[in-house]
């Protein structure tokens, strides 16, 4: 496009910008539809320009002001997710596949198995996307040197603790089995001089939830500082509250530390038996869209139609959609707060991680008339794993609300169809649920952005001058099984 053109295409979207300035977003982090969409293409430094001529305008309210600035941050935020040039990407690559050729590098990039961003202009690559690539082609892999280290959790492939959770479940007919009793250690570690010496640090640390027959028994036992303040438990998104002063050349740390039982889920549903929904308005906020990361877009109500076909059995609509989305190969995710629209993107990437595959599957089943809600927290294990995991509930008359974990998803070789779709219906007890919902407000609230806008595992931190971001500090997590009450170890 000539130069010209740019410029006045650049001006009829900066007028038609500041004719939409007086409409209101929920949440900062929706900003302008224009603004979104020239940073979802790229465009950063006109995106740039239409932040700045919008933060200009007269009678901005702050939510206004804060969704503009949020935008601003989002393309830091994608530069740091997207590093590397073209060079430093091939540079990585050929480190590892030592007999790299360039048409095989065009290949991938073409097939955006080396994730990638154009941004005004210049191709970046995700920091992650040559580790990605070995997850995503099978040829790569094989010709990776060393050979890749297989890094997968435990319950990521059917073993004795699935058998244990069915045959309770079947013998006793209950639907919360199988117990783990874990002791958790969670901190934050900020970086020395991240702020200056003497300024307060607020920090949130991630909290259990308790909900009965999945997590029972939750007894606080310290944080560091000793000052602390918990959520309420009816906060969708829990936290322990700490705040601390920084001290010159030190890291601060932050942690707390308790004890709890989890249940592992088995719902056993008999598709025959599930029942239409009915009029049901306590379940409405469950079923429709929700956006900007549940949106019925054209593209998503074609892929359900290609997966669903004609099928009108709520559970075995269930059942399809689970299967399709566990498709999608898992690989490491950017930043949620990078994302517009997360269930779009996870439709159109060609890979997904947990949380990206979960609010795809809860838009399918929302569009679908199934209820569906989000979960989310930390998986822990008998020995050292344990990882950021998010995973869903849907909602199927008679049973009520029952577990999907679509990212650990279908153990296709089982011979126990119970172990087979253990995760549609079912979960481990190796997991701790910190949130029941997702993109909801902190107590107490945050005073600047989020770093995490979506999701709450990691924690987060801020201070008077603004939020410290995930570059600014590291969190730390370790959980010790121990012997439950009443039973022998």
Known sequence: MPRAWRRAARSLCLAGLMLALPAVWAGYDRGPSDIVAMIDAGHFRDAGLAIDAALA???????QRAALEFQRERMRRIRLDFPLTEADARRKLGELVPDLRDDEFVAWKRANLLEHLVIDGQPYYFSRAVSNLFLLDPVADARRRPPRKPSSGPMESANAYHDEALREARASGKTSVAPRRVRVTQSIVVDADAVPAGETLRAWIPYPRLRPGQQEGLVFLASTPATHRIAPESTQQRTVYLEQAAKAGQPTTFSISYELTVYGQVHRIDPDRVQALGDRPDLAPYLGERAPHIVYTDALRRYSRE????????????????AAVDRIPWAGAREYSTLSNISDYALHAGHADCGQQTLLLMALLRLNGIPARWQSGMVYSDGDYDNLHDWGWLYLAPYGWVPMDVTTGRFQDAKDPGVEWFYLGGLDAYRIA???DYGTDLVPAKRHFRSETVDSQRG????AGGNLYFDRWDYRFKAQVLPLPGHAP
């Open 307 to 322: 997966v669903v076909g004609d099928e009108t059995n709520p559970a075995r609509i269930a059942q399809k959609l689970y």
């Open 57 to 63: 305008q007269p009678g901005l309210s702050a939510d």
């Open 434 to 436: 910190f949130n029941d």
């Open 460 to 463: 987060e931190v801020e201070w």
